[in-house]
């Protein structure tokens, strides 16, 4: 959760809206915007690399699981003795016969369809799962990115704040020097820095661990060094955020809704290959024999193995049929959580647009009126420090929660497009 600066008092001049000097230009690290560390994760994050390199395991092995067996040669000597007439041998054409048996073994009528639908699903399968995890990395570094900016940015906020604290300290002790100020009011604005600078080394601390966290989802060296965030990724309007469209969107491309239909199809093809185990499987062979130095005869041969084992058999079929009911349970539970989550992150989004823009709208030119009262009045002697202070934290206090309703909107955007598994 990100820690937003709070600031017990600073100036009007800390709120302007400007932020600072910019650090130098750093086009050659990532971290300006979330496309350029988008790209850098597709590229170098291994576990992402992992799943598709075993989608590609898994697409290569449709071929292999639907051809047929490899054949078999045997090669049998017949009578090496010639009846005792001669010592053993093992040339061909010297012994009393020799029996060559080429055989092939074929399954039952439909049995490699089967297969290579079951194969082809589970790649599927696999690529969906690829998916899943590139659009749940997506979705961590958005949220990362938008964290940084905002701790950023409240850095920047507090440096300014501390710089006109100072001045504000100078201004007191003129004051105070003229008999127009207690002496409290220095010492308060003392106050005030001393806690400003505890809240940056804390906001420092935690830029540190966001990078360092960033830095593990790119695959870089925690220490690596990232540019500053330069901007949010702009907020698609309430027309674009509608329940109904992106209900239909998630169900057809959701990647793990679209693993489990790969499921649920890969268990109806291996229920379908379950029961044609009831039929048997051939073994096909042709067979010349030679005599001396030629062939003088030729044998066919069929074998197919007996499907006597009903027990077995059935207790196969069962297990498919439990296996298709446990996939389609399994993504109907799916279903549902996703759908669910869909509706929490989308009111969650609106919730912090209205906040955003009741802050911007109303609350913060409010609190700039009132800073603007308490400041002429603390220069003409008609109210104490203290209550400039508490003016001017009320401005701050609503730029910061501006700046965390526009986080809130960041971090759900990135989970709603982990579940459309795309991009608005």
């Not at 001669?86 to 089967?114: C, I």
């Not at 799962?129 to 964290?147: P, V």
């Not at 940056?200 to 540190?208: D, G, Q, S, T, V």
Request: proline share 5%; with cysteine; charged share 25%.
């Amino acid at each position: 959760m990100i820690r937003i600066l709070r600031l017990p008092g600073c100036l009007l001049v800390a709120l302007t809206g400007l932020w600072g000097a910019a650090a130098p230009a750093q086009d050659k690290l990532p971290g300006a915007g979330v496309e350029s560390l988008l790209e850098y994760a597709r590229a170098h994050n291994p576990e992402y690399s992992a799943l598709r390199l075993e989608a590609d395991a898994a697409a290569e092995r449709v071929t292999p699981v639907a051809a047929l067996a490899d054949p078999r040669l045997r090669v049998e000597l017949r009578d090496i003795t010639r009846f005792g007439e001669q010592s053993p041998t093992l040339a061909p054409s010297r012994v009393g016969s020799t029996r060559y048996l080429l055989m092939q073994d074929v399954p039952w009528f439909g049995k490699r369809g089967l297969k290579r639908q079951a194969a082809e699903l589970d790649a599927e399968g696999a690529r969906g799962q690829a998916m899943g995890s590139w659009a749940e990395l997506a979705a961590r570094i958005k949220s990362a990115y938008a964290q940084l900016y905002s701790v950023y940015r409240s850095e920047q906020y507090g440096r300014e704040v501390l710089d006109l604290m100072e001045r504000l300290e100078r201004v007191a002790r003129v004051r105070y020097a003229g008999g127009l100020a207690v002496q409290q009011d220095v010492v308060r604005a003392q106050v005030e820095q001393t806690g400003m600078r505890a809240e940056l080394i804390a906001l420092e601390n935690e830029r540190l661990q966001l990078q360092a966290r960033m830095n593990a989802l790119l695959a870089r060296p925690a220490d690596a060094q990232l540019a500053e965030p330069d901007q949010l990724r702009p907020v698609p309007p309430p027309a674009q955020l509608e329940y109904a469209t992106l209900e239909a969107r998630v169900r057809a491309r959701n990647p793990r809704l679209f693993t489990e239909r790969a499921r649920i199809g890969s268990a109806k093809k291996n229920r379908e290959l379950a029961y044609r185990n009831r039929y048997p499987d051939f073994t096909l062979g042709v067979s010349p024999i030679q005599y001396g130095n030629a062939i003088e005869e030729w044998e066919l041969m069929v074998e197919l193995n007996l499907p006597f084992q009903q027990a077995s058999r059935r207790a196969q079929e069962r297990e498919s049929e439990a296996t298709l009911s446990a996939a389609r349970a399994r993504a109907e539970a799916l279903s549902n959580q996703v759908l669910g989550e869909l509706a929490e992150h989308l009111a969650g989004i609106e919730a912090a647009r209205r906040t955003e823009s009741l802050i911007a709208g109303s609350l913060l030119p409010q609190a700039e009126l009132s800073f603007r009262a308490a400041l002429a009045g603390y220069e003409t002697g008609k109210i104490d420090f203290a209550t400039l202070l508490d003016a001017q934290r009320q401005i701050l206090q609503a730029r910061l929660g501006r700046l965390k309703a526009e986080l809130e909107m960041q971090v759900r955007l990135a989970e709603i497009e982990r579940l459309l598994g795309d991009d608005l």
